[in-house]
């Protein structure tokens, strides 16, 4: 820990030799240790705090320079031991400044008055015409965003929460500025009222205005040329790039921006990604991606999203203004040239193709795909269940997890089949079955929320649902029996009773997590009643994150007790064989749908446009050079091994069970 002191005569007579100039040599107080022989051509102003200058910075290319102070004018600024600052064109004031820290080639960076940092910041999040404002902080939760967002009809709810987000900002207030330890600001315009965490490297940004950098040594963040941020918090890990422009937003830990993309008014959690196009008014939970030009999502709620070339929504008709909004659930794809017109609602882990105008809202048919057909909406129920890519981005999400940050603030859940989608599938088969007994088992089309289904979709969809509801069901018990020891029904029966009451009912997602929605409820009942703080309503997040397996569990043994007709005090043996056999056969399905349609990546098609100038066989050589065969591509050798590894797993508790009299 230094001690300070102020200059001798001796040193103020060298300073001033180098070029050096103050107000009042009196309020300029350095470390013990401090030699001035690095600090030249620099005006000191206010009260100033300086460490000592013993540290070389290599730079790339191999150059090495001096740690210290030269060509820059401060103010009210306390700078630490080994850092660098040069050729300041303005000045810095009211700023602390850490260790190891490089600022060179800068124009101004400087807080004015007093400053939350961009703490406290309402973003017109979804409406652009207002009523669902949330007020950023450095801490936000894609969670507590979510209810912010969607439960205005609780105004007490919504008060108190933002009650304490304001009485956060105000804490973070201050006229003094922080710049990190091992921080690099190189050759940037104007930094205006912007905290900066530890290690955070900003290279060419042209202004940053108002806002927290909330970079650490595990997950620093980067900022690139020509970026513009007003208004913003950024969270570990966050890149920002290529000339993109943020202003009144907050991007969570992990995402990336750049490529000239354009944001307005919204929201980024964990891991998004935008590139080339445009946001505005969007509530952007975990993996929401854009990545092509023309691209617009505008005032809606995405999460898992991926969006194609072209993907427009309009929240606009021309009548009252930019007031209408929409969702689109978890792993919704939009393909290119796609477009939805607000209001309206997409199940989660649809597709949806082409321009769909009539506000459909298919919540309650999930993994559905959304075609358009001569200004129709048609919709195929459930096929996505069978779909190569829905597997694929299923396995893909969790490896792209970019978050280094050990504090992760957002708590995700990866899975495919989940309690939240199966209720979901469950509501599906009953809307089916009631728009098959109201308008006929024979009936070539179906009309349902603005939409119209096949009657061979419709009963496809029945299938499928039935074998994704029997999938989820197996999973449950057999993850809860796989590992266990029994040799008796009453010892399967004890094996299988709930860890926990909790569970029951309906679940939710609140962009990202998954939970049992009387656990939701319990939480904005505490926080109505003003029990809990910022800090324990994160705690409460990760701990319904962390027994999603507990819960998950009671909900699924509900839903088989139903299906065996009995309570778990009377299952017999061969309810649990059934339900064991009825899984392996729904794994097995389904993983052979998904193999049928990962073979039409490899069929003749696919094949045009390889070989160019030769005949069929120099064809298939070259398409078999670039892609592989379809037998060793790893995507489809995984889906055989899976089959195998499952129908194996299943023989085994088959087996287990057969051995109980």
């Given amino acids: 820990m230094n001690t300070y002191r102020l200059l001798t005569v001796a040193e103020i007579g060298i300073l001033k030799q180098q070029g050096c100039t103050a107000d009042d040599w009196n309020r300029i107080k350095v470390a013990d240790g401090f030699l001035p022989a690095h600090v030249d051509n620099v005006r000191f102003s206010g009260d100033i705090q300086l460490g000592v200058f013993e540290r070389e910075f290599e730079l790339p290319g191999g150059l090495k320079v001096h740690s210290g102070i030269s060509h820059a004018t401060l103010h009210n600024c306390i700078v630490a031991d080994d850092v660098r600052i040069y050729n300041v064109h303005n000045y810095i004031a009211n700023y602390e400044i850490g260790s190891n820290t490089c600022i060179e080639n800068v124009n ?199 969006a194609g070339s072209g993907s427009n929504q309009s929240n606009h008709m021309y009548k009252l203004g930019p007031i209408h909004q929409g969702v689109a659930e978890r792993g919704a794809k939009t393909t290119s040239d796609s477009y939805l017109l607000w209001p309206a609602k997409v199940g989660a882990f649809t597709l949806v193709m082409g321009r769909h105008t009539k506000h459909s809202d298919t919540s309650d048919l999930p993994f559905s795909y959304l075609i358009e057909n001569a200004t129709e909406s048609f919709l195929v129920p459930a096929v996505n269940l069978r779909s190569v890519g829905t597997i694929r981005d299923a396995q893909k999400w969790p490896k792209r997890d970019n978050r280094k940050d050990p504090n992760k603030i957002d708590q995700i859940n990866f899975n495919l089949l989940s309690p939240y989608t199966i209720q979901k599938m469950w509501r599906g088969i009953e809307i089916l ?93 505490r926080l109505e009643q003003n029990e809990l703080s910022l800090e324990d309503v994160q705690a409460c997040f990760v701990d319904m994150h962390r027994h999603y397996y507990s819960y998950e569990w009671t909900w699924a043994l509900e839903k088989l007790q139903l299906r065996w007709g009995k309570t778990l005090e009377h299952v017999t043996l061969d309810d649990l064989k059934h339900t064991v056999e009825e899984w392996k056969h729904s794994v097995v399905a389904l993983d052979k749908m998904v193999y049928e349609d990962a073979k039409k990546e490899f069929n003749l098609n696919s094949q045009t446009g390889f070989g160019v100038d030769g005949d069929a066989e120099q064809r298939y050589l070259d398409f078999e050079q670039v892609r592989g065969s379809f037998e060793s591509n790893p995507f489809v050798m995984a889906v055989l091994n899976h089959i195998r590894e499952k129908s194996a797993l299943g023989d085994r508790v088959l087996e287990h069970l057969n051995r109980i009299r």
């Fill in 433 to 525: 079955q009631e728009l098959q007994r109201i308008s006929g088992e024979n009936s070539e089309q179906y009309i349902y929320q603005n939409c119209r289904i096949r009657n061979s979709s419709l009963r496809k969809g029945l299938a499928l649902y039935e074998i994704g509801i029997a999938k989820f069901l197996g999973n449950s018990l057999i993850s809860r029996l796989e590992t266990a020891t029994y040799d008796s029904l009453d010892e399967i029966r004890r094996i299988l009773r709930p860890d926990t009451e909790t569970g029951k009912g309906e679940w939710s997602d609140l962009a990202g997590l998954i939970v049992p929605k009387s656990e939701v409820l319990k939480l904005l009942n």
């Fill in 108 to 306: 101004a960076i400087l807080v004015d008055g007093v400053s939350s940092f961009g703490n406290g910041v309402k973003v017109a999040v979804m409406n652009e015409g207002g009523g669902r404002e949330i007020p950023i902080f450095d801490g936000l939760s894609a969670h507590l965003a979510y209810v912010l967002t969607l439960y205005r009809h609780r105004p007490r709810l919504i008060e108190n929460l933002q009650k304490m987000i304001d009485d956060y900002a105000r804490e973070q207030s201050s006229a003094m500025g922080r710049i990190g330890c091992n921080v690099r600001i190189l050759n940037c315009g104007s930094i205006k009222n912007v905290r900066i965490g530890d290690f955070a490297c900003i290279v060419g940004a042209s202004i940053l205005k108002n806002g927290s950098i909330n970079s650490n040594e595990y997950a620093p963040v980067h900022i690139g040329s020509g970026v513009k941020c007003n208004d913003f918090i950024l969270s570990s890990g966050v890149e920002i790039t290529d000339s993109t422009l943020v202003s009144h937003c907050f991007v969570g830990q992990g995402c990336i921006m750049g490529k000239h993309y354009s944001a307005l008014d919204s929201l980024f959690f964990s891991n998004c990604q935008g590139m080339h196009g445009e946001a505005t008014a969007i509530f952007a939970g975990p993996y929401t991606v854009s990545h092509h030009k023309s691209s617009l999502l505008i005032a809606g709620m995405f999460s898992f999203l991926n």
